[in-house]
């Protein structure tokens, strides 16, 4: 009879802040996870019996085993090391031989033809491995026995090759482990010692340890190369596409960017800084620079634009934001870049001339601009530019605020700059994609103002003034964009937002000339 023994009991500490919320075998990496292709190349393999181990998130374990086809799940209050399952499994009835599978790595081993090998070397013991000079810790002799671990035990051998945690014990081993070998090595050492030592094949092949952040990358990397049916999660104006990755019931986002994205560094380096400080955005998890992809966390479908009741969620949305601007010496102080990246005169300038260029010209066709037009849009520049600084998101509109169980999170972060408090608020309560009434407007601004202890010398009259001056440079930039995107960029959807545009603009306008 064989049994199969999945370990996956690890704490993950490496994959930290993920394995906190999700067992690291159950990982999704692409369309599935490394405990479903364990325990499916088991049932390939003829096991009759499969388990599994399981400590931190047990219960997780547990929950999808069924499904998975494991029999049984043996929970350990403390961690039983990679010896202590397979002695406590022989000590309460198990029997047969045993194959030992390892839940946190991925790989396309010939596992079939290993175990052939195992059962007809005439050892009682025998493990796969691979040749990795990076590790190569196995000591073997002429004939590929073990005869010792690099600074653990015996000799240093002919040859050397790395463990990849799969092994095979026939039913006389099996029985021979003892409780105090908690580390399967320390049995490995005794049996060499006995002249039982285990055999070693050393295979080619794939294998990667998930058990670290690179690792990670490099499986989602390999995962891609076959067929999949990864679900889009969104795209952006931008170009980055963002797909699920589901497993098990759980789900990561896998982003990614496009090959001259020149903000992936900026995204990767802020919603580090951001999260680590507590700022409402997504947990990253994995990176890979030369791919330019991300795996993070999973915020849910939900945008703020989505959500049935939206105006439910703005006095908690405008309350992140304003945790958001209150963290801005924090956030200054770690990144010297961000605090320097101020969004100052030029930007606007160069806000006011996307909207004249793609607008004004490309959209509505006006040939030729007054001076005195020309003259107000540099003077709403430098009025803008002089208001008071704060970390700026820089695109705050419902799109880029996901809702997930009452939660509130910001994405898109990546434009993030040192410029004007009063942006931000106006790229929220001016969104196009959601129209709020004017005097809903009214009333946010002014819930968000009276909260704000960066305004409490503000008077009212002179944080509206101010609004209203942001308003427009948001808007026009937002107008200029819709158009650019849709009538250069060929991305349609955008179409649909240039009249709602220019109603908002036109509003904000007749706020400012009433004073």
Not at 88 to 105: A, H, Y
Not at 340 to 369: A, C, K, P
């Amino acid at each position: 009879m064989l049994n199969t023994l999945i370990l996956a009991a690890g704490l993950g500490t490496r994959l930290r802040p993920l394995t906190e919320r999700i067992a690291k075998p159950l990982i999704p990496i692409v369309n599935s996870s490394s405990l479903a292709r364990q325990a499916t190349l088991a049932k390939e393999l003829g096991s009759q019996k499969i388990h599994a181990n399981a400590h931190h998130l047990a219960e997780q374990i547990q929950n999808v085993a069924s499904e998975l086809g494991i029999g049984k799940v043996w929970v350990e209050e403390e961690l039983l090391g990679t010896g202590g399952p397979i002695c406590r499994m022989w000590k309460e009835g198990e029997r047969g031989e045993l194959l030992v599978l390892n839940g946190d790595c991925e790989h396309n081993l010939d596992v079939g033809l290993f175990l052939e090998k195992a059962r007809n070397s005439g050892a009682t013991c025998a493990l796969l491995a691979i040749d990795n000079p990076k590790i190569n810790t196995l000591c073997l002799n002429e004939k590929n026995f073990l005869c010792g671990i690099k600074n653990k035990f015996g000799e240093s051998g002919s040859s050397n090759a790395t463990f990849t945690g799969i092994s095979w014990y026939s039913e006389k081993a099996w029985e021979k482990i003892e409780d105090s070998e908690r580390d399967v090595r320390d049995f490995w050492q005794r049996l060499c010692k006995a002249g039982e030592a285990p055999s070693v094949f050393v295979t080619n092949g794939n294998w990667i340890d998930i058990g670290n952040p690179e690792g990670l990358m490099e499986a989602v990397s390999e995962r891609l190369k076959e067929p999949n049916d990864l679900a889009v999660a969104g795209t952006a104006g931008s170009g980055r596409k963002y797909y699920r990755m589901q497993a098990n019931g759980h789900s990561l986002i896998l982003q990614q960017s496009h090959s001259e994205d020149e903000h992936f560094e900026r995204f990767v380096r802020y919603g580090k800084l951001f999260n680590g400080l507590g700022l409402p955005t997504p947990e990253i998890y994995a990176v890979d620079e030369r791919e330019r992809r991300v795996v993070m966390q999973d915020l849910g479908s939900v945008r703020l634009c989505d959500a049935e009741q939206p105006l439910l969620h703005y006095p908690l949305v405008l309350e992140k934001l304003i945790s958001w601007q209150e963290a801005s010496e924090k956030v200054f102080k770690q990144d010297s870049e961000l605090a320097n990246r101020i969004f100052g005169e030029s930007d606007y300038v160069w806000e006011i001339t996307y909207f004249m260029e793609n607008y004004l010209q490309g959209h509505l066709q006006v040939t030729q601009l007054s001076t005195e037009l020309i003259e107000s849009f540099k003077i709403l520049a430098k009025n803008a530019t002089a208001q008071q600084r704060v970390l700026m998101h820089r695109d705050f509109q419902s799109q880029n605020i996901m809702i997930n169980n009452g939660n509130i999170a910001f994405i898109d972060f990546q434009g993030a700059r040192n410029g004007s408090i009063y942006y931000d608020v106006a790229a929220l309560l001016w969104d196009p994609y959601m129209m709020l009434p004017v005097e809903t407007v009214k009333q946010l601004f002014t819930l968000w103002h009276s909260a704000n202890p960066l305004l409490k010398n503000t008077t009212f009259e002179a944080a509206w003034e101010n609004f209203l001056i942001a308003s427009m440079q948001r808007i026009m930039q937002a107008l200029g964009a819709y158009c650019f995107l849709s009538k250069k960029k060929g991305i349609l959807s955008y179409t649909q937002y240039i009249e709602p545009g220019a109603k908002r603009l036109e509003e904000i306008t007749n706020l400012a000339s009433l004073g």
